[in-house]
């Protein structure tokens, strides 16, 4: 039974995008998607799939239409490998989708939007041990965060607190961390790491060496024997 309430799912081509129009749906929301491109492994569930590039403030102001509620989780982002390569491009891609979206959601009267932002806004300076200890919400502030990727998504979580005090639209920050599992990216550069082991580890041949990153003093090797 459908509930009457629309649902703009920004992002919906995309692993987390995709599984989250499915669950909006089962919660009998009218569920509207846009994307640069549809799901890689599965339609799509939405009511509703917009090719939209929301750098263009019209195409922001055209998925927005007639929805109530805004889930934003469009970005231009992948692994470690991608968002520490592509400074410039990320950060201006970004910036362009998050404040389009803000102001579009915004002129329709949108009641609710969510903001997607990332565990990359958190200080660089709290996480070079190994031992790192949980880290707290209020935590990223004094800020160091993730050059470009994790610098813009703590602009724009300032922006939407900007956007709730100035003008009461009201606004919701989330901040994904390692996110994977079933029909994520597998391939071309924006995989995340299990994923990327993965199809790496089923690509060797016994004898084969492996370099991961992340061990305590240098980088690991995975020396393959099948």
């Known amino acids: 039974m459908r509930n009457g309430k629309t649902a703009l799912v920004t992002g919906a081509g995309g692993f987390i995008g995709h599984h989250l129009v499915k669950y909006l749906v089962g919660l009998g929301y009218v569920v509207r998607g846009a994307d640069l491109k549809y799901p890689e492994y599965e339609d799509s569930e939405a009511d509703e799939f917009m090719i939209a590039d929301l750098r263009d403030y019209e195409q922001s102001l055209r998925v927005t239409k007639n929805i109530d509620e805004v889930y934003h989780l469009a970005a231009d982002m992948g692994g470690i490998g991608y968002i520490s390569a592509f400074h410039a491009e990320i950060t201006l891609?970004?910036?362009l989708i998050n404040t389009h979206m803000l102001q579009a959601a915004r002129h329709h009267?949108?009641?609710?939007?969510?903001?997607?932002?990332s565990a990359c806004v958190y200080p660089q300076y709290l996480q070079k041990n190994p031992d790192v200890v949980?880290?707290?919400?209020?935590?990223?502030?004094?800020?160091?965060?993730?050059?470009?990727?994790?610098l813009e998504k703590l602009y724009t979580e300032k922006l939407c607190q900007y956007f709730t005090e100035d003008w009461n639209f009201p606004?919701?920050?989330?901040?994904?961390?390692?996110?994977?599992?079933?029909?994520?990216?597998?391939?071309?550069?924006?995989?995340?790491?299990?994923?990327?082991?993965?199809?790496?580890?089923?690509?060797?041949?016994?004898?084969d060496e492996l370099q991961i990153w992340g061990g305590r003093k240098t980088d690991t090797v995975l020396h393959v024997h099948r």
Do not use: C
């Open 93 to 95: 891609n970004n910036t």
């Open 109 to 117: 009267g949108v009641t609710r939007f969510l903001f997607s932002s």
């Open 134 to 150: 949980p880290l707290r919400e209020e935590d990223a502030f004094p800020a160091d965060p993730e050059e470009g990727y994790g």
């Open 171 to 207: 606004t919701r920050v989330v901040r994904f961390h390692n996110v994977y599992g079933p029909l994520g990216t597998y391939d071309g550069g924006r995989e995340k790491a299990p994923a990327a082991l993965s199809r790496k580890i089923a690509a060797l041949h016994s004898g």
